[in-house]
């Protein structure tokens, strides 16, 4: 059973930037596209991000287009978020996911129900 670990979530000012990490064990996020998500307090989980299998093609939002980054590394199973310019609106607990056998990114945004899930890593914007 693959398990999906997030972390790298904190506590920061606006302006500053975090990088999120999202670390797989018991099984390879290699051959998976992988996607982020948030869900802020009294909001839906929305997606955030998304990245395909080799790290070649990336997909945002609209709200962070241009502040953020997803990439992976293969090699070390993870899968992270460069987070720059952070605003007091992104504050959020932000979750990894993918789904058995997904490869590009159109395979994760459409979705919102996916097959495994980490727990979750708070970040937390102040103004």
């Known amino acids: 059973q693959v398990q999906l670990v997030e972390s790298g979530g904190r506590l920061v000012q606006a302006g500053d930037s975090l990088r999120l990490s999202c670390v797989a064990s018991?099984?390879?996020?290699?051959?998976?596209?992988v996607g982020w998500f948030r869900q802020a307090p009294g909001r839906e989980r929305e997606f955030v991000a998304a990245?395909?299998?080799?790290?070649?093609?990336?997909y945002y939002t609209d709200s962070v287009k241009g502040r953020w980054t997803a990439s992976r590394d293969n090699a070390k199973n993870t899968v992270y978020l460069q987070m720059n310019n952070l605003k007091v609106e992104d504050t959020a607990v932000y979750y990894c996911?993918?789904?058995?056998?997904?490869?590009?990114?159109?395979?994760?945004?459409?979705?919102?129900?996916?097959?495994?899930w980490g727990q979750g890593t708070q970040v937390t914007v102040s103004s």
């Open positions: 018991g099984g390879s996020l290699t051959r998976n596209a």
């Open positions: 996911a993918f789904s058995s056998g997904s490869l590009s990114v159109t395979d994760i945004v459409g979705k919102s129900d996916h097959d495994y």
């Open positions: 990245i395909n299998w080799s790290g070649h093609s990336t």
